[in-house]
Nanobody, 117 residues
Framework: QAQLVESGGGLVQPGGSLRLSCEAS????????MGWYRQVPGKQRELVAA???????TYADSVKGRFTISRDNAKNTLTLQMNSLNVEDTAVYYC???????????WGQGTQVTVSS
């Protein structure tokens, strides 16, 4: 089954930066709009950044101006550069297709981002 593997999370102080990566298996990555989602315990998973197969990007208001999503179709990778992190960004971050209803991938393990002083 096609898989997604997220990496790059960790513990960072408020105001710090992290760069998340997602590697997708299979040769279909190029054809899908992709996104980064995040989830905190007790809340629904939310989409924070999305990028079309052609490279157009959209962001949730909560991360606009601080996060940058990008993709490398040749390497089947999705990246999320996160700057000016704050405690509200603490969550498990996942990548997957957008919308979720059209994804060929199962959810990966995610990568934990913790913002704390």
């Amino acid at each position: 089954q096609a898989q997604l593997v997220e990496s790059g999370g960790g513990l960072v102080q408020p105001g710090g930066s992290l760069r998340l990566s997602c590697e997708a298996s299979g040769s279909i990555f190029t054809f899908y709009n992709m996104g980064w989602y995040r989830q905190v315990p007790g809340k629904q998973r939310e989409l924070v950044a999305a990028i079309t197969s052609a490279g157009s990007t959209t962001y949730a208001d909560s991360v606009k101006g601080r996060f940058t999503i990008s993709r490398d179709n040749a390497k089947n990778t999705l990246t999320l550069q996160m700057n000016s992190l704050n405690v509200e960004d603490t969550a498990v971050y996942y990548c997957n297709a957008v919308p979720q209803s059209k994804t060929p991938w199962s959810w990966g393990q995610g990568t934990q981002v913790t913002v704390s002083s």
